[in-house]
Every structure is written in structure tokens, then in C-alpha cells.
């Protein structure tokens, strides 16, 4: 097997000490601009590389960033966003030289204990603040901390927290209004828990549209936005006396799963239903009917986060990022209602 270089071969070839290679390696003063740049070169000519051990014991930084997901572990497997924003982080986080540290959880009252360890541990040098709660208390929590925190969207009482934010209810407001256009009136929502800001601000933008228009804002089904829950609720709404002519769901899974209910009942689609999801995961195109949805691109999201997160780490601030907001993609599973 193959020897690797070691920081000794470095300062040899550079024709240095152990120690400059090291000020050069961890850009600390003492070192000139040309030096540097010779050792760096020698470095990389020989395939010299740190483990993230040796930094962090040098730099007292673990280069590490955290993400802690408080969801029933079943709905975030079905679930196409997180990977897709994970896939973000990750892309910026390997330019870099950094790692994301995962932690699940099944409720929110556990992650005070993650937080907790990943400071007296020191395994992150920031941490992402996802689904965000009414009176959350994370932010507070994470400042008593000392831990630096970007959170994915913005929210009273997020303290001095950089936000990374998109207008998802855009997207909302969007799908209803094409709904109307094409000549709906009795539209339904299939909504996320209420415990969480963005299924809140769905919602709410759901109901305002309708309120606008003149139509009945009250078919309203809140959901764990599971697959199986969506399901759940399309049945029930398509039970009733009136059924709706059109759904709008909180993501794309539940959507998906409804398609699969009207099927199953011999529905044809979209001429009896109408169905709009969100986040125009990749699947959208290529179920039956295509899927219109709302997108907002996760991974670029998790990409402005990282960012962020890696700049307050550096700096010890950051600022806010407004992305472009949620949009609708109108595929084949919307059209006006039989007359």
C-alpha cells in the first residue's frame, strides 16, 4: 500500500519547518503571501491533505455543520425535499472540506438534548433551523448555547438568526388561482400539521385566495403530510355529499397518494379531479396524469443555507437570503371541471 504524505515530507520538499507548513496549512499569520502559496503548492503536488481531526485540534473548529429533523421517521423517507435540500448542503459543504452531522428525531421535545450535545461535544460549529414552530423555542435555546443557526424561513422571535427564505405561499396562492381560472369552485386543501409555520402559511394562503374569489374557504383536511395521511384525506373528501372538483396538497407524496385514491375509483383524471402538489419533486413528471405543482427547489435552497450558515461561522454574521418565491409548473393534472 501506497505511503501518505505526511506534514514532515511537506516541510521537507518546501525546504521548511513543521511548524510554518502548519501556520501556512491553518492560514495563520506569520506566514508571507509567497511562502504560503509554496507550501500549499508542495502540498498539493504531493497529495498532502489534513484530516479533519488534526484541524480540528489546531483550530478548535470541528468542520461540522448540524441538521436536526424532528419528524416521524416513516414520513421522512417518503418525503422528496430533505434529500433534495440535504443534496444542497452537501454540495457546499465537500467544496469545502466540511461534513453535515444528522440527527432524527421523532418529536420536537427531543431535539433539545441533540443541541445540547452537539455544543458540550463540540460536533458542529452551526447549525440548520428547519420547521419552525409557533412560540419555537430552539432559537433562544441555541444562543444560550453558543451555537450559531440559520433558519429556513423567518418568523418572529428567531432573535439575530440569518434567515434563508421562499415565498411558499406563492406557490399556494398560484395553484388556486389557476383552480378558478379554469372554471373551479368548490376546492379543497390537504394540509400539514398546524404546529409548523409553513403549513400555517399554506394554509392561510389557501384561504385568503378562496376569500378573494368569493368561494367557500372551509374544505380544509390537516394531515402529518405522510403519504398515507394524504390518502386518508382524499378518501374522506371525496366521500362527502359534494366532493370537491379540485385538491390542493401540502406536498408532492400526499398528492401523488391522492391521484392513486381517485384511480382506484374509477375517477378520470383530470377531467372528475382536479390535483396540484408542492415542491415539484422529480417524480411530478412522470406520474399519470403529470403532476402540476408548485416548485421551489430544495436543493438550492440547502445550497443559499449552507452558504450562509458556513459565512456566520466565519464572520459571526450573515445576512438574510430572500430566493426567488415558489412557482407553479402546470402539468396535465389540472383541467376545468365537467360542466
Known amino acids: 500500500m501506497e505511503r501518505k504524505p505526511t506534514i514532515l515530507d511537506v516541510a521537507r520538499a518546501a525546504g521548511v519547518s513543521k511548524g510554518l507548513v502548519s501556520f501556512a496549512l491553518n492560514d495563520r499569520p506569520g506566514v508571507s503571501s509567497e511562502t504560503r502559496a509554496r507550501i500549499l503548492g508542495v502540498a498539493d503536488d504531493l497529495g498532502y ?3 479533519i ?3 480540528s485540534l489546531s483550530t478548535r473548529t470541528s468542520f461540522a455543520l448540524g441538521l436536526v429533523i424532528a419528524r416521524d421517521a416513516r414520513v421522512l423517507a417518503a418525503d422528496p425535499f430533505f434529500p433534495a435540500f440535504i443534496s444542497g448542503v452537501e454540495q457546499v ?3 469545502q472540506g466540511r461534513v453535515l452531522v444528522l440527527s432524527v428525531v421523532a418529536e420536537p421535545a427531543a431535539e433539545e438534548s441533540v443541541y445540547r450535545t452537539f455544543a458540550a461535544d463540540q460536533r458542529v460549529d452551526g447549525v440548520f433551523l428547519t420547521d419552525l414552530r409557533e412560540r419555537d423555542s430552539r432559537p433562544a435555546l441555541l444562543a444560550e448555547l453558543g451555537l450559531p443557526a440559520v433558519t429556513l424561513g423567518r418568523f418572529e422571535g428567531s432573535g439575530a438568526n440569518p434567515a ?3 415565498d411558499d405561499a406563492n ?3 398560484a395553484a388556486v388561482e389557476h383552480l378558478i381560472e379554469l372554471g373551479h ?3 379543497a386543501h390537504v394540509a400539514g400539521p398546524r404546529g409548523l409555520l409553513h403549513a400555517v ?3 392561510g394562503a389557501f384561504r385568503g385566495a378562496l376569500e378573494r374569489a368569493g368561494l367557500d374557504p372551509s374544505l380544509v383536511v390537516e394531515t402529518d403530510f405522510s403519504a398515507q395521511q394524504g390518502a386518508a384525506a382524499t378518501t374522506g373528501l371525496l366521500d362527502l355529499a359534494e366532493p370537491p372538483t379540485a385538491i390542493v396538497y401540502a406536498n408532492d407524496p400526499m398528492a401523488i397518494a391522492g391521484l392513486g385514491i ?3 375509483r374509477g375517477l378520470r383524471l383530470p377531467d372528475d379531479l382536479s390535483v396540484t402538489g408542492f415542491d415539484d419533486s422529480e417524480i411530478a413528471d412522470y406520474v399519470y396524469p403529470s403532476l402540476t405543482s408548485a416548485r421551489t427547489r430544495p436543493d438550492q435552497w440547502g445550497a443559499e443555507a449552507a452558504r450562509t450558515l458556513l459565512a456566520l461561522v466565519a464572520d459571526g454574521t450573515a445576512p438574510d437570503v430572500d430566493l426567488a418565491p415558489a412557482g407553479l409548473v402546470i402539468r396535465n393534472s389540472t383541467a376545468s371541471p365537467r360542466s
Open 185 to 187: 369552485e368548490r376546492i
Open 171 to 173: 406557490g399556494i396562492r
Open 49 to 51: 491533505r489534513r484530516s
Open 93 to 95: 459543504l465537500a467544496e
Open 164 to 166: 434563508v427564505v421562499l
Open 262 to 264: 381517485a384511480h382506484q
Open 201 to 203: 402559511r399554506r394554509e
Open 53 to 55: 481531526a488534526a484541524r
